[in-house]
C-alpha cells in the first residue's frame, strides 16, 4: 500500500508542476523583460565555454572525452535553443508589438538573435559564440529603445 501512495502522491505532484522559467501567454501584465536578457546573455556564455571544451576534448580519444564531449554538445544545443525559444515565445510571442514604432527593428534583431543562435548550434566557433552575444545586445539595445 505505501508505493501505492506514494506513486499516487509522484503522479498528482507531476501533474501540476508548472515550469518555471516559462510564461503564460495569457494577457497576465507580469513580465520580466530584464530577465529574459540576463538568461538569454548566460545561455550564450554556457555556449562559448561548451564550444572551447568541445575543441579541447576532441582532442583526446578516451573514452571519458568522448562521453564528455557528448555532453557539451547536448549543453550547446540545449543553451541555443532556449535563446531561441526565448525570443520567439516571449518577445515575438508576447512582447514586440506590431503598433510600436520600432516594430521592424526590434523583428529584425529578434531575427538575427534566432539566427546567431542558429549557428552556435552548427559550430564551435567562438566567433559564432561571440555573434551570438552582440546580437543579444543590439537586440536589448533597441528593445529598451537606448543609443
Known amino acids: 500500500m505505501n508505493n501505492l501512495s506514494l506513486s499516487l502522491l509522484l503522479l498528482a ?9 516559462g510564461h503564460c501567454q495569457v494577457p497576465c501584465g507580469v513580465y520580466g523583460d530584464q ?3 540576463e538568461q538569454m546573455l548566460e545561455d550564450q556564455t554556457t555556449i562559448e565555454k561548451a564550444g572551447k571544451l568541445i575543441i579541447e576534448l576532441a ?3 578516451d ?7 557528448a555532453r557539451w554538445v547536448a549543453t550547446k544545443e540545449s543553451h541555443a535553443g532556449a535563446i531561441q525559444n526565448t525570443i520567439a515565445d516571449y518577445f515575438m510571442a508576447q512582447r514586440i508589438k506590431s503598433t510600436d514604432k520600432k516594430y521592424a527593428e526590434k523583428l529584425a534583431k ?3 538573435v534566432m ?9 564551435v566557433d567562438i566567433k559564432t559564440a561571440t ?3 552582440d546580437s543579444i ?8 529603445g537606448k543609443k
Request: glycine share 0%.
Open 59 to 61: 582532442k583526446n580519444n
Open 137 to 144: 545586445l543590439s537586440f536589448h539595445k533597441v528593445y529598451e
Open 35 to 37: 530577465n529574459r536578457f
Open 13 to 21: 505532484a507531476s501533474c501540476f508542476s508548472v515550469e518555471l522559467l
Open 63 to 69: 573514452a571519458l572525452s568522448h562521453n564528455q564531449l
Open 131 to 133: 555573434a551570438l552575444k
Open 110 to 112: 529578434a531575427h538575427a
Open 115 to 123: 539566427v546567431a543562435a542558429m549557428k552556435c548550434k552548427q559550430t
